[in-house]
Nanobody
């Protein structure tokens, strides 16, 4: 069984920076893909960043240049560094992980972490 736990969300002011973290625990053997999604109030959940095999990064056009995704394989962790936050970044942020456990492949979602940006 693999679990994901996000942290780092909170209430910040516009223009500030934030770093979200997500750690996988349990019977993780390896992780080959991580992604961050977000869901703003009243909107659909959108993919905003992904990283494959620790190197190949992709970003949604709406966040490119302000968001950076990175991983720490030793910690089974992924991070999302966000700069110059705006009220439009207010959302619940979810991490997603795909990889191998000791029994099978897995794909897991975290429970989400709330980011609220005040003007």
């Amino acid at each position: 069984q693999v679990q994901l736990e996000e942290s780092g969300g909170g209430l910040v002011q516009a223009g500030e920076s934030l770093r979200l973290s997500c750690v996988a625990s349990g019977s993780v053997v390896s992780i080959n893909k991580w992604a961050w999604w977000r869901q703003a109030p009243g909107k659909e959940r959108d993919l905003i960043a992904s990283i494959t095999n620790g190197a190949d990064q992709n970003y949604a056009d709406s966040v490119n240049g302000r968001f950076t995704i990175s991983t720490d394989n030793a910690k089974n962790a992924v991070y999302l560094q966000i700069h110059n936050l705006t009220p439009e970044d207010t959302a619940v942020y979810y991490c997603v992980s795909r990889g191998y456990s000791d029994s099978a492949t897995f794909a897991k979602w975290g429970q989400g972490t709330q980011v609220t940006v005040s003007a």
